[in-house]
């Protein structure tokens, strides 16, 4: 089993800058995959980013160049830094990972971008 608790979420301005935080109750060496979702009122969640084992990445079109996912092994942490915020960046993000094929979801964050 395996607990996943985000952070770093709030209220920023379009153009500003938030990085998030999943920590692991598991060494995330252990994890096939981490993952980063968004799900936005009204609309289906959506995968934003996610991490390899070994390190490949992958980004949504709507984010890449903007946001960079990351691991810290001995934090038991995986990040979302998001640079460059747009209105649309707004939503409820969720850290996934997935062990032994078994995914893992945290409680989720909330990220405002408004002026």
């Known amino acids: 089993q395996v607990q996943l608790v985000e952070s770093g979420g709030g209220l920023v301005q379009p153009g500003e800058s938030l990085r998030l935080s999943c920590a692991a109750s598991?060494?995330?060496?252990?994890?096939?995959?981490m993952a980063w979702y968004r799900q936005a009122p009204g609309k289906q969640r959506e995968l934003v980013a996610n991490i390899a084992r070994f390190g490949r990445t992958n980004y949504a079109d709507s984010v890449k160049g903007r946001f960079t996912i990351s691991r810290d092994y001995a934090k038991n942490t995986m990040y979302l830094q998001m640079n460059t915020l747009k209105p649309e960046d707004t939503a409820v993000y969720y850290c996934?990972?997935?062990?032994?094929?078994?995914?893992?979801w945290g409680q989720g964050t909330q990220v405002t971008v408004s002026s």
């Open positions: 996934k990972a997935d062990l032994n094929s078994v995914n893992y």
């Open positions: 598991t060494s995330i060496s252990s994890i096939s995959s």
